[in-house]
């Protein structure tokens, strides 16, 4: 009998119901954890640059229909290649050969385009093969000689701005080939993905009802959505799928945070960093194509100094520079607060050789300020 009732005792629902406590696990508010977020520093950097030139531009129209659409495409173009800049960063490498990149893709599409008659489609082909296979190369280099990646890009940036200038004097006799938006246009694929706006018919119902600017021959101010800013969203969204709902973005995580210690638990850290050399080289191709079909040229200086740009975009989103950490949501946020400056300094009194400075002041400030935050968040735990 008591025996039993002991054992009883025992399986009474209140013991049943105590769960030991691991000292380990300790909740975290939302706004500590909203803090502690890769991308808060370019959120909050984006509220305050829209604030200032809210009030130093709101009436000058930077903020009609015409004015977003102008900011948002010089963000587009950066925020193209800051997703595959912030990507291969959160993997612990650098790509210094973006800009010398869209310049040399830029050639690859306009001379066989121009020179060797090809059809456009064929040339983008060529481009992006060529561009994606160079990327391949930067990343094999990398892994098999363990040289650091600014090391190995650095040179590849001198080796694609040279060829491309070489190239160019070599067909054109100028830096400059021409003649290619016509031919982008015509083209089936360029017509599709490349050239034009998207929705231009609902833009021109908004502009038959009144709801937005149009010209003096009753067409709207802005025909429709420029394809940029359309493969920006995307790509972004793709990215940002992977890193956070897939194996391979955990992968990109554990290579960048310790090399070594996500090999030896099975994580293929040579096919992980030359796949992202890939794509990096993938992003600036296809912002050199998106650049040609809509200027209608290729010319060597194209993507000076990009790579930096988009080194700093990544930066103020929220990417360390030893890698493990970053957001792709975070860099186009840095994108875009390029693209505000960069326009929005036209709308208002100021030389725009200030841009450079702000470009300075926004990495070094983006740089303080996460890891202010990230040493209190971590001082919390």
């Not at 399986?11 to 991308?39: H, M, Y």
């Not at 992006?128 to 098999?144: D, E, I, P, Q």
């Not at 890193?243 to 994580?267: C, E, H, P």
Request: charged letters at 10%; one cysteine or more.
């Amino acid at each position: 009998m008591n025996s039993s009732s002991a054992h009883a005792d025992s399986n009474s629902p209140a013991q049943q119901n105590i769960v030991p406590q691991d000292e380990r696990v300790r909740k975290e508010g939302s706004l500590k954890r909203f803090l502690g977020r890769p991308e808060f520093a370019s959120l909050a950097g984006a509220i305050l640059v829209f604030i200032v030139f809210g009030f130093a531009a709101g009436d000058s129209g930077m903020f009609n229909l015409d004015g977003v659409i102008n900011w948002m495409q010089v963000a587009a173009y950066l925020g193209l290649i800051s997703i595959g800049a912030c990507v291969l960063m959160i993997a612990g490498e650098f790509d210094l050969s973006i800009g010398s990149m869209i310049g040399f893709a830029g050639m690859m599409v306009a001379i066989p385009t121009v020179y060797f008659h090809w059809p456009f489609w064929l040339a983008v082909m060529f481009a992006f093969a060529g561009s994606m296979a160079l990327g391949w190369l930067n990343g094999y280099l990398v892994v098999k000689t363990r040289l650091p990646s600014f090391i190995v890009t650095l040179a590849f940036m001198f080796i694609l701005r040279g060829l491309t200038l070489a190239l160019s004097i070599m067909f054109a006799n100028r830096t400059i080939v021409s003649g290619v938006g016509d031919l982008a246009a015509a083209d089936w694929l360029g017509s599709w993905l490349f050239t034009g706006n998207l929705g231009s018919g609902l833009f021109h119902w908004m502009a038959a009802q009144g709801w937005i600017a149009t010209a003096a021959n009753g067409q709207p101010l802005v025909g429709g959505i420029p394809k940029v800013i359309v493969w920006w969203l995307v790509l972004a969204l793709g990215a940002s799928f992977v890193l956070a709902r897939t194996r391979f973005g955990n992968w990109i995580f554990a290579v960048g945070g310790d090399a070594n210690a996500a090999k030896n638990v099975g994580v293929p850290v040579k096919r992980v960093k030359t796949s992202l050399f890939v794509f990096t080289a993938f992003c600036a191709c296809l912002f050199a194509v998106l650049q040609v079909a809509d200027v209608g040229s290729a010319a060597a200086d194209r993507g000076l100094q990009k790579e930096f740009e988009a080194i700093i975009a990544a930066v103020i989103g929220g990417a360390l520079l030893t890698g493990g950490y970053g957001s792709v949501i975070g860099a186009c946020f840095g994108a875009l607060i390029f693209g505000v400056v960069q326009i929005g300094i036209t709308y208002t009194n100021l030389n725009s050789d200030w841009f450079r400075v702000f470009l300075g002041v926004m990495l070094l400030v983006a740089v303080l300020f996460n890891n202010y935050v990230r040493r209190r968040v971590t001082e919390a735990r």
